[in-house]
């Protein structure tokens, strides 16, 4: 299964990963993962990397995004189970707004979307914005990149963005009310009709 999980922050994108992760290892089915497309990179860096990170001049993120957004191109062709958090779609909203407004490079989200495999999944996460707003409270992350008044603002951008994706198997999942197992069992439930035969082959001989 390739997935491309997106959302506004706080929506419930890496909370779906790790537990697809560690369902895929209790069964034996091994995902590549990457989910460090926001600015900083807190998958693989040290603190004082992700320092480092922050203080690039714009221009520099732009094309360190930019080059990493196309090598995951690859990663996602070369890997038949794979998980992205956020990739070309986030960086097509985040960037723009919070890492280089200036930016003079025009969007590239659709070209890339014309280079991935066509089994590639589409999940859109999306929660009320209270439930965002009180989710930034109750469990703030380091460097959040969405200020609380932007909330209502990127939503509208997500779901624009996952509407005019050139991905043909998307779904979407409203997370205000799940808890993250039943999150889990919500997208095992509905992405069945999204699988490949590989995918449903291992599906039956896993249950």
């Known amino acids: 299964m390739r997935l491309i999980v997106i959302g506004t ?9 790790d537990a ?3 369902w895929g290892d209790s069964i034996g089915i091994h995902h590549h993962l990457d989910d460090h ?5 807190r998958q693989f860096l040290s603190p004082d990397d992700q320092k480092a990170m922050l203080a690039m001049p714009p221009v520099i993120k732009e094309r360190f995004q930019r080059f990493q957004i196309y090598y995951h ?10 998980l992205l958090g956020g990739f070309h779609i986030e960086e097509a909203i985040y960037g723009p707004r919070y890492y280089y407004p200036k930016n003079p490079w025009p969007p590239y989200q659709r070209t890339i979307e014309a280079e991935l ?3 590639t999944i589409l999940l859109l996460l999306t929660a009320k914005p209270d439930v965002i707003r009180r989710r930034m409270q109750e469990s703030p992350h380091p460097d959040q990149v969405v200020p609380a008044g932007d909330v209502e603002a990127v939503a509208a951008e997500f779901d624009r963005e996952w509407r005019q994706s050139w991905i043909k198997h998307k779904l979407a999942i409203d997370t205000s009310d799940l808890t993250p197992a039943q999150l889990l069992t919500e997208l095992q439930r509905r992405i069945v009709p999204f699988l ?8 039956q ?3």
């Open 205 to 207: 001989l896993l249950a």
């Open 117 to 119: 495999p066509d089994d």
């Open 9 to 17: 922050e706080y929506a419930g994108k890496t909370t779906l990963i």
């Open 73 to 82: 191109i690859h990663v996602l062709q070369n890997h038949a189970d794979c």
């Open 37 to 41: 497309f926001s600015i900083p990179d």
């Open 196 to 203: 490949d035969t590989r995918d449903l082959v291992r599906r």
């Open 20 to 22: 697809l992760m560690e």
